[in-house]
Structures are given as C-alpha cells and as structure tokens.
C-alpha cells in the first residue's frame, strides 16, 4: 500500500486542499455559534487563505518544472542568467501566493506596494497557467495526429520543450502590462434608457447611478474611491446605488478610505446592499452603521418609497436583498429574504430590485415575476482573461442588459472596481447611469 509520503506533491497538495476546504464546512455548520466575532472572521479568510494556496501549489509545481526544471537539463542550466531566472521564478511565485495573506495583515488606507506586487503576480500566475496548459494540450494533440511523438529526435525534442515555456512566459508578460494599463484607466461612463412599467411620468428621465464590486481593501484605496465619487457627481444622479462588494476588510481598518462616500448627495438618496464580500470581511453591522454615518441608507432585506420631486402622489418601490453568500455562511440574521424586501411592493407601482449577484436576480423573478428592473453585479465582467469563460458559464446574466419576460429588464455591471488583482483583460471597469423611461 503507498504511503502518504511517496505520494506525488500534487496529490498531497491536493490532499491539504480537501482538508482545509472540509475544515471550512465543519466551522461553517458547528463552530459559528460558538466562537467571537472577530475569531470567526480570522479563522474564515486564513482558511480561504490555505485552501487557495494549496491548490495553487498543484499549478506552482507546474510552472516549476515547466520554466526551471525543464532547462536544467540542457545546456541554458550552465549559462550565467539561469541562476537568476530561477530566483525570478521563485519570487514571482512566492508573491502570488502571499497575495492572499495580504487581506489578512496588509489593508490600509492606500495600498501597499507589497499587496500591489502580490495581487500582480497572482493575475500574471492565472495567465501563465492558462498558457503552458494550453500550449502543453495543443504539443500533445499535434503528436497524437501526426504520430510523430516517439521519432522526433532529441535535438528537436528539447527545441519544442524549450519552446512551449518561452512563449507562454512572452504572453503572460504581454498581457499582463494590458491588463494593468487597462484596470488603471478611471471607470468608463456607460448610459443605458431602460423603460419601465408602471414609472409615473412625472419620473421620467429619473437618473440613477449604479456602482457595484469597488473592492476596497488590499488594492483599492481612498484615492480610487474619491475618484469615483468625483465622476459620479459630476453626473447629478437622482439616486445612486452601490449593490454590493464594496469592502474586503472590516469597518474599523478602512473607515478613512471610505470617507469620500460622504461627499455623494444625490436628491433621492443614496442605498446600498451586501455582497459576498461583506459576509467574507464578518463585519456588516458596522459598515451598515459607517454608511449610515455618511447618509447611505442598507436596504437590509427592505424597501423604501422613491417619491417623484413633482408630485408627492407618484412614486415607486426600491427594494434590496441581503447577498446569497449569507445564507452559505450562516451569517446569524442575514440572508435573502424577498418577501420581506417587497413587502408592501405591489405590481400597482413599479418596482426596482438591488440584487447583488444574477443567481439572486433569477430567484427573485421566479418568485415574483412582476419586479420590472434588477440592478446587479458580481461578475466583473469576468474582469480578466481567462476567468471570463467561467464567469459567464457560471452567472444566468453575464454583463449589460438583458430582457426578461414582457416588462422586466435586468443590468449587470461589470464592476467599478477591481476584485485583487488590478488587472482587466477583456473586460471594463464601469460607472453605468440608467435613465427611467416610462412606457
């Protein structure tokens, strides 16, 4: 019988990864009662932590042996850079897996150079696994065709080795500085006329501004936040509303980066609902009372009427639901609760629903069908190549606008922000202003 230890390193990795993870299931169904607040919230994210960086180990040890390993054996181990391009390799790694313990001990008012690095490293990691995969899939399907793969000779075997890495490395390389040049450049203004049934005419034209997964934490601060805020006033909104991820850390250690949310006065308020980054941080009773502070009102599985400035009879119902990760966390008081969020939302007025992420948006419209504009977010667009293919596999509206039934309409907003890594490929960072139409 093999033991543990003449086991690959991939399956021991492997292995950790399935502990960690049963752990994870085992504090979520029996500890969450027992243990403090702030105990719960630390022994969550260090077994995210732990869980992500041993599977993250099993694609280390690829990555090694693709771009260190496989050149020790030829004549590039005796040249005068190999010795260098292998510490390169070994930091670059080293960072990326240190990017999720940053969230832990490294969360300021501005970000730290260390947590920007890391966050770096860990997008350049996705690519550069996602590459020598690919390369490695397309050498192995050319051998099964051609029948070539036991008469290639040496010379032109280590050629081809040699091969695949450098140029996964080239792209990686390339499509990193996009994907950073791309994420620095502010959020693009993104308007969309959406009509909406039952919208008194008085409210026609109502602007409303839409923000969603700003992240702020280990790689978004107080000076891309103020920027936001800037751009959003600059568009007079009659309401602005943020549906979730706003943080990635607790109240207390951010309260001076989110300062600049004081500044937005839109007429008919300003509201805000939980996403699963705020379950993550353990903290939502004190950013609900730190937004307050700043006149943001949670609609905490509630609603309120949004009276037309022109006549105090005409209005329509804003709604917002708790974020489903609550439900998975057993976060004590938390959970999606439409019911209680319509409650006294009927389909004699119009009604608009914050829902942080698409799968809350599908529930909600299976249960109540005549809900005429969902606001989500969640996706980030898929935020950088390639996690874009499993964020729309994953999501039942992927990003922009989409038409449901005959008088509903929902929007996904592919983030103001970023989630991490301050990168995106294939995707854009957006403020969206939706223009009311009443039809």
Known sequence: MISFKQLPLEVKAAVAAGVVFFSMMLSRSYLVEQLELRTRRWLLRLQMALFFNALMLIGSLHVWRSTVTAFSRSSAAGSVCFMPWKIAVFLFLALAHSSFFTMLFLVAEEPYFFSLAAYTCLGAYIILIFFLFALGSVEQAYKLLSGRGSKAGSGIKNSRTAMKPVLAVMLTVVLTVVGLVNASQPPMVNSVEVPVHKLPSTMNNLKVVLLSDIHLGPTVGKTKLAMIVRMVKALKPDITVIVGDLTDSEAEILRPAVEPLGELNSPLGTYFVTGNHEYYTS????????????????????????????SGDDWFCLAGVDDIEADVLRYSGHGMDLKKALRGCSSEHAIVLLAHQPVAAKWALRERPDINLILSGHTHGGQMFPLNAGA???????????????????????????????MRLGSRAEITEIILRSS
Not at 283 to 310: A, R
Not at 410 to 415: D, K, L, M, N, W
Request: hydrophobic share 40%; charged share 10%.
């Open 283 to 310: 903290d939502v009773s004190n950013w609900f009372e730190l937004l307050k502070s700043f006149n943001i009102q949670p609609l905490h599985n509630e609603n309120v009427k949004i009276v037309s400035p022109k």
């Open 392 to 422: 729309y596999l994953l999501n039942p509206f992927f990003v922009g606008l989409y038409k449901v039934g005959q008088n509903t309409f929902v929007y996904v907003s592919p983030g103001t922000m970023y989630a991490g890594i301050p």
